[in-house]
């Protein structure tokens, strides 16, 4: 079992920065760490992803360059630092598990056992 819980979401102008938190609890050595979003009307879409033992990261195309995954060991926390926000950033930021030992990162919310709660980020032009 692990738990997850998101923190770091808020308000801010086009062209500013954020950092999300996900404090991991549970199995980490063999799981993957991703960030999904979600905004209104939409479906729940790949952000970034990181896998726990080697802290091999991937993301999609519309965040690279602005966004950076990262983790902790000692904290059990993994972090996405966003800069550069965007308006079409604005969403509800899930961070999700899985089991994740080898391979590319998976996209599909359907391949991931564990969710957070989400915290809402609120971009502004």
């Known amino acids: 079992q692990m738990q997850l819980v998101e923190s770091g979401g808020g308000s801010v102008q086009a062209g500013g920065s954020l950092r999300l938190s996900c404090a991991v609890s549970?199995?980490?050595?063999?799981?993957?760490i991703s960030w999904f979003r979600q905004a209104p009307g939409n479906e729940r879409e790949f952000v970034a992803a990181?896998?726990?033992?080697?802290?091999?990261?991937d993301y999609v195309d519309s965040v690279k360059g602005r966004f950076t995954i990262s983790r902790t060991n000692a904290k059990n926390t993994v972090y996405l630092q966003m800069n550069s926000l965007k308006p079409e950033d604005t969403a509800v930021y899930y961070c999700a598990a899985r089991r994740w030992i080898g391979g590319p990162a998976s996209y599909e919310t359907y391949e991931y056992d564990y969710w957070g709660q989400g915290t809402q980020v609120t971009v502004s032009s």
């Open positions: 549970g199995r980490t050595f063999d799981a993957g």
């Open positions: 990181i896998r726990w033992s080697e802290g091999i990261t």
